[in-house]
């Protein structure tokens, strides 16, 4: 990666101030994270899908860009940010998809820990966006943990970072949240 806590630290305040250059130059040190997180967010795309990891970072890199720094406090907020607005392109893109083919009648993924990817269908997309919209009004960390190991692909270390808890608590909420999806993606697959 080669860049230190303190140099991403500098950058993402320098980013916030305004600093343009400072801003490319955080995109840059961090494209391999990012990268990392769409892949795994495209994981089960057909290879025809016209949404590629390259192409989601840059509709995030324009996204995150607009927000003159966020206040991000370091590498794991920033990330956990882009996650955000990672699954936000994924749902605008799905819903853009299903504009061009309605009534697929297809059945939403269900979710599994070993592989929390997004499935091909994009109706499962927004079927996991609408679910965790829902769970964030009855319980938003649940939600976050949720989103941060789903679209993320974070594991319970790397979740518990970026909301700053326990590994043990972020696994007890993470088991409630996915049998309360797997709940909710069940009633609609019927």
């Known amino acids: 990666m080669g860049s230190t806590?303190?140099?991403?630290?500098?950058l993402l305040r320098r980013s916030a101030a305004g600093d343009?250059?400072?801003?490319s130059r955080l995109f840059s040190l961090l494209y391999d994270d990012l990268h990392r997180v769409a892949v795994h967010c495209m994981q089960g795309e057909s290879a025809d899908a016209t949404l590629q990891p390259t192409a989601l970072v840059g509709e995030a890199?324009?996204?995150?860009?607009?927000?003159d720094g966020a206040g991000w406090a370091d590498r794991t907020h920033f990330l956990s940010v882009a996650t955000s607005v990672m699954r936000h392109v994924l749902v605008d893109y799905a819903r853009q998809r299903l504009a061009k083919k309605?009534?697929?009648?297809?059945?939403?993924?269900e979710l599994d820990e070993q592989l929390a990817a997004i499935a091909s269908n994009p109706d499962q997309i927004l079927y996991v966006h609408e679910a965790l919209e829902r769970l964030a009004k009855l319980d938003p960390r649940q939600a976050r943990i949720a989103e941060l190991r789903y679209f993320g692909g974070l594991d319970i270390g790397e979740t518990a970072a970026v909301l700053g808890i326990s590994?043990?608590?972020?696994?007890?909420?993470?088991?409630?949240?996915?049998?309360?999806l797997r709940g909710e993606l069940a009633s609609r697959a019927r």
């Open 102 to 109: 309605r009534g697929s009648g297809t059945r939403p993924a």
């Open 5 to 10: 806590p303190g140099e991403v630290t500098g």
């Open 61 to 67: 890199y324009i996204r995150l860009a607009g927000n």
């Open 20 to 23: 343009r250059e400072a801003e």
């Open 167 to 180: 590994p043990r608590t972020v696994k007890r909420e993470w088991t409630i949240a996915r049998a309360w």
